[in-house]
């Protein structure tokens, strides 16, 4: 009977297995090279921080000296309409230069997350009264710049 057996089962094909042994130098090999991708990026993430935060305390700087430019001439203008007999303007002009010498102080002040966080609760808090000020520091914006270019 050794005809009626039939067909010999099939083998099933294996993959070739890694050694104990290397497994393991692939798995440490495998971590290292994690690890040292992790810092790479960790070391980029920190020089990257560092440029920006340069960046943003140069623009801080300079919006601040626009700032106090901008209060000193209102004062100006404000002590003028004074000799000319309109306190009254006079004194909106000196009430907003003093505003805007606080704005300068805060944005001095003040880091850039700090400076979000205060957008933010002002944008939930009161939507209409950012769009306004947003739209007139654009204009204001605009028109220094247009100043600018024609000088």
Do not use: C, W, Y
């Not at 921080?49 to 300079?62: I, N, P, S, T, Y």
């Amino acid at each position: 009977m050794a005809g009626t057996e039939g067909p010999a089962p099939a083998r099933r094909r294996t993959k070739p297995r890694a050694s104990r042994t290397t497994r393991r130098r692939l798995d440490g090999l495998s971590r290292r090279i994690i690890d040292d991708l992790g810092a790479i990026a960790r070391d980029k993430g920190h020089t990257l921080r560092r440029e920006v935060d340069d960046l943003v305390d140069a623009r801080k700087q300079a919006a601040t000296d626009g700032l106090a430019d901008l209060s000193e001439a209102l004062r100006q203008a404000s002590h003028l309409l004074s000799e000319r007999g309109r306190t009254s303007l006079a004194g909106f002009g000196h009430a907003g230069a003093d505003r805007i010498d606080e704005a300068a102080a805060t944005l001095r002040a003040r880091n850039l997350g700090t400076l979000i966080e205060d957008v933010e609760r002002l944008a939930r808090r009161d939507p209409v009264l950012l769009a306004t000020g947003a739209a007139g520091l654009g204009f204001l914006l605009v028109r220094m710049l247009r100043g600018a270019s024609v000088a």
